[in-house]
């Protein structure tokens, strides 16, 4: 499944950008979209996630207030706009897609997109 995200780029401190991740070609159920990302020298950590079914999503707690995740379920797309961009989120972002047919769960990746916050 090709996911297709976009939108990264340099941003000044306090700055915004908005992400977003395209998939196409869906033939499961989609449960969760999110977004992940990882910095030099850094493991890969979780930004954001929502369950497609309802309007439950989840944030680190570094971006709590600043980062706001959305999905268009028709579109299989999802969103992060991003605020008061920080230096330290200065990262590499992949989108995330997970869903299932019965029991049977798979797990996509976007090929990340580069968000650099520097003055």
């Known amino acids: 499944v090709p996911l297709q995200a976009c939108g990264g780029g340099s941003v000044q401190p306090g700055g915004s950008l908005t992400l977003s991740c395209a998939a196409s070609?869906?033939?499961?159920?989609?449960?969760?979209m999110g977004w992940h990302r990882q910095a030099p020298g850094k493991q890969r950590e979780l930004v954001a996630a929502?369950?497609?079914?309802?309007?439950?999503?989840t944030y680190a707690d570094s971006v709590k207030g600043r980062f706001t995740i959305s999905s268009d379920s028709a579109k299989n797309t999802v969103y992060l706009q991003m605020n008061s961009l920080k230096s330290e989120d200065t990262a590499v972002y992949y989108c995330?897609?997970?869903?299932?047919?019965?029991?049977?769960?798979?797990?996509?990746w976007g090929q990340g997109t580069l968000v650099t916050v520097s003055s």
């Open positions: 995330n897609i997970k869903g299932h047919v019965g029991t049977v769960w798979y797990d996509y």
């Open positions: 070609g869906i033939w499961f159920t989609v449960a969760l």
């Open positions: 929502t369950v497609t079914s309802g309007d439950t999503t």
